[in-house]
């Protein structure tokens, strides 16, 4: 009956699968729109379908197709995640076009709410210009880091990065020049630190690195790489050349009196402090 339907209703592509097992092989190979769904099957019902589906990361909307009194079982097969059923007594072109159409544009909402709250995720803990973590996300880390570092007796350091005489960039040059300069400076901060690091942009033209199971040492290394980097690129920004050097300071959780977030962060800024009077373009370690 479903195949004649959909003859009559013109641009359809469509084919059949005789149990769960058969129906999860062909939506892991096929690209297909909607699962028109029995509950009665050989290898279980369609419930446990809908449940291997759901494990399996196949997010294709299902419509169930029940019986004439099957109420119980299209209720069942919703609340698993069904988006319509169809009982297979009212099986007509109307019917079937209808919830075919209901059942899509139900599937694209839920999609763009999905991708809404993922966007509204990411920019709730990223930095728009630079891509790196933003500060709300770095108070957290570091909460958090300093916790587990404290609770299983690892390594942790914290490293504060500022761009020396940026307010000059700005005034010579204009704002976009020093929005391209930051966007290039976490483009390096990413690039020299490892995928275990987290770098983020702190506030203004000010950067944090948290730099999980290391030790001061190797972490004064890495944070010297980054600085004879930058200190050896050329700033290109419409057609204007610029030179930029930054100051560094970090600490060790594990020097500290005090091991706790405030703390670190503090004496961070203190090393950082004092890189910048001791004539900046240096990292010192506290």
């Not at 880091?145 to 350091?157: G, K, Q, T």
């Not at 761009?163 to 930051?182: M, P, Q, R």
């Not at 950067?207 to 200190?231: G, M, Q």
């Amino acid at each position: 009956q479903l195949e004649e339907l959909m003859k009559s209703m013109g641009n359809i592509d469509w084919s059949r699968a005789c149990s769960i097992d058969e129906g999860i092989a062909a939506l892991s190979a096929g690209n297909f729109d909607l699962v028109f769904l029995d509950y009665i099957l050989p290898d279980g019902t369609g419930l446990d379908f809908m449940k291997r589906a759901i494990a399996e990361n196949l997010d294709v909307p299902v419509i169930a197709i029940t019986g004439q009194a099957d109420s119980m079982v299209a209720s069942e097969l919703i609340k698993a995640g069904a988006y319509d059923y169809l009982s297979k007594d009212k099986l007509n072109a109307a019917a079937l076009h209808r919830i075919m159409t209901n059942s899509m544009e139900m599937s694209g909402l839920r999609q763009e709410v999905v991708e809404a709250q993922k966007k509204m995720a990411e920019m709730s803990t990223t930095d728009g210009l630079t891509g790196l973590n933003n500060r709300r996300f770095f108070n957290e880390c570091l909460e958090r880091e300093c916790s587990r570092a404290l609770r299983y007796n690892i390594d942790l350091v914290l490293c504060m990065v500022d761009l020396d005489h940026f307010k000059t960039i700005n005034d010579s040059h204009g704002h976009v020049a020093g929005d391209a300069v930051l966007a290039e400076i976490g483009q390096l901060l990413h690039h020299s630190f490892r995928q275990a690091d987290i770098a983020c942009r702190y506030g203004g033209e000010e950067f944090a690195v948290i730099l999980p199971n290391t030790t001061s040492d190797k972490a004064h290394l890495v944070c010297e790489r980054f600085r004879r980097t930058v200190a050896a690129q050329k700033f290109h920004h419409q057609g204007i050349d610029m030179n930029i050097t930054v100051s560094a300071g970090l600490v060790a959780l594990q020097k500290l009196d005090n091991c706790n977030a405030e703390e670190l962060l503090r004496v961070a800024d203190q090393a950082l402090y004092d890189a910048k009077a001791q004539g900046r373009n240096r990292v010192v370690q506290l």
